[in-house]
């Protein structure tokens, strides 16, 4: 069975984020959409904050993925279909435990880590800052290979009674019309990834010869694929040939 997994990023408890989510997924399921739901809080979990090491530059792995629990949400989003990103916005920016997060991903925006996943956010505020919030989480997503099919958003409203009917009837038209996981941002985002590690004597590249990034993008199978729709369905044959091991 496929899964949507919500991420939701609110120090709040209860949390009137997750209580929005929840009615969402609940309205999916009424609605015949045969998936398996999962919604964490990251309030709940352990998550050291980066400290600008650049071991995963280096490396491709955290010093402290050992430490925390940032390794148990990543294999929790590795192995969804379906990614909802959820937050309140804090002082028109994302929470800081949301933020905390992505800055321990920060090395999947440079391999499209999470390429042939499907992405939805969703911010909720009171009063302003939805719309940058919104942006910045469609962009970083974007950066790591997600592909982000909608961003809603809810402004505190008392007579908005069919916000999360609204909601999932839309992620369940998006995901049903849905084809493929690229579009012309992802498309974009890899052709400049291409370029820019491809050159192997470039002044930027000199600069970081010794950077797992760099070997990354000059493995062979990369080098042949045109496209990230192609990149996307060689990768997606990696992880399905390492899961059946």
Excluded at 88 to 113: Q, S, W
Excluded at 210 to 238: G, H, V
Aim: hydrophobic fraction near 35%; aromatic fraction near 14%.
């Amino acid at each position: 069975m496929k899964k949507i997994l919500a991420i939701i990023g609110s120090n709040h408890d209860p949390s009137n984020t997750r209580e929005i989510v929840e009615d969402v997924f609940k309205k999916l399921e009424y609605s015949g959409m045969k998936y398996e739901y999962e919604a964490i809080q990251l309030k709940d979990y352990h998550i050291l904050e980066c400290n600008g090491c650049l071991n995963c530059f280096f490396t491709g792995n955290c010093v402290y993925d050992n430490l925390d629990d940032t390794t148990y949400i990543l294999d929790k989003i590795y192995e969804t279909d379906i990614l909802l990103m959820a937050c309140p916005v804090y002082l028109d920016n994302v929470p800081g435990c949301m933020k905390t997060l992505i800055d321990r991903f920060t090395h999947f925006a440079h391999l499209m880590e999470f390429a042939g996943k499907l992405c939805f956010t969703f911010v909720n505020t009171s009063n302003s800052g939805a719309e940058s919030v919104s942006e910045y989480l469609q962009r970083i997503l974007t950066l790591m290979g997600l592909k982000v099919l909608d961003n809603y958003i809810n402004v505190f409203n008392p007579q908005n009674i069919n916000l999360t009917d609204n909601i999932a009837m839309s992620i369940a038209e998006k995901i049903s019309m849905n084809y493929g996981y690229s579009n012309r941002e992802l498309e974009e985002v890899y052709r400049i990834n291409k370029y820019t590690y491809s050159n192997k004597n470039s002044e930027f590249n000199l600069n970081i010869n010794n950077y797992y990034e760099l070997s990354y993008w000059q493995q062979e199978w990369i080098k042949n694929a045109d496209s990230f729709q192609k990149f996307t369905s060689i990768l997606m044959e990696k992880r399905n040939e390492r899961n059946n091991k």
